[in-house]
């Protein structure tokens, strides 16, 4: 093996902000090798919304070059001497975070995804000063923590975008108690939300499928939804159902026009209503009366951690959950971002590898 110090991977990477969606392939420096991490050579990566808001710069300034991707699955190639979950051989997946600082109350507590010094898998970087590249490449490192056993009957296509998408998603659902007995309502059909929907069916809530598109409407009642909700910018479509749900999960990646006071009216006596979408800009404004009649409550969630990802991974081969997904070439990135950009997508990317 090459000196630690020589050791570099390939990636496409986007190395102009002003060209988000052009990339070039180059050779970077991976995380710093520690006893405790999983090499793994990439097979599969899925192509998440965050990485369109990132290299947009819709998120903030785009640090280039910079690879991105964080739904990713391979094989394992090499163990630290402190890993005790993965051999060489493997098939082992990573999500949006690579690192915490492992000592906080968070981090103590089986809450290392909200860790204040948590790391992303791209676009951060390690406390010695590496910055951190994706999954549009031919490998990656991050400690055993953050690294998820893929089950063997899962295929490696349809584990990929579960690990950011779908532990974005089964995280506050389980988290706000959806299960047998529970209305649980989706808000957005597209890669998250169609997501929302199977893994809230697959836990034994009746689900209700909100959407604005029409469109949509066939593809949902074959994902298995109980009812379907068409919505408006007006709420109307939220007086037949005054305090019928026990828990929303909106996905909504735009907060123009959001109806969300009509929302809140359908939760049940304190019910709960957790967007995981992270629209550029703000969410409507609200009144401290919208949260009156039913003493609702607005919150948010951040990925999942590690024992969620597993129990997700575990429900998903064991239900034979497959998420709907189109796959491409790793070369073809710039096809999946522009499309994804456009909501030309039904419902993930998912990128197979082709680097040498």
Known sequence: MAPEADTKFKGYAVTDSNKWSDFTVIEYQPKTWEETDIELAITHCGV???????????????????????????TVTRVGSKVTEFKVGDRA???AQIASCYNCRACKNDEECYCPKSIDTYASQYPDGVRTMGGYSTH????????????????????????????????????????PGKKVGVIGIGGLGHYALLFAKALGAEVYALTHSTRKVEDIKKMGADHIIVTDEEGKFAADHQMELDLIISTADVAEGMPLQAYLS?????GRFIT????????PQLRA????????????????????????????AEKGIKPWIEELPMKDAKIAVERVQKND?????????DLA
């Open 266 to 270: 359908m939760l049940w006596v304190h």
């Open 48 to 74: 998440c919304g965050s990485d369109v808001h990132t290299i947009t710069g819709g998120w903030g300034h785009v640090p280039v070059p910079l690879v991105v991707g964080h739904e990713i699955v391979g």
């Open 93 to 95: 997946g990573v999500g």
């Open 140 to 179: 990656i490192r991050a400690n055993e923590l953050f690294t998820f056993p893929i089950p063997d009957k899962l295929e490696s296509r349809h584990a990929a975008s579960m690990l950011c998408a779908g532990l974005t998603v089964f995280s506050p659902l389980v988290r706000n108690g959806c299960g």
């Open 276 to 283: 995981v979408g992270l629209p550029d800009k703000p969410l």
């Open 345 to 353: 997508i039904r419902y993930r990317f998912v990128l197979t590898q």
């Open 289 to 316: 009366f919208d949260f009156a009649p039913n003493g609702c409550f607005l919150g948010g969630s951040h990925i999942g951690n590690k024992k969620e990802a597993v129990a997700m991974l575990k429900l998903a």
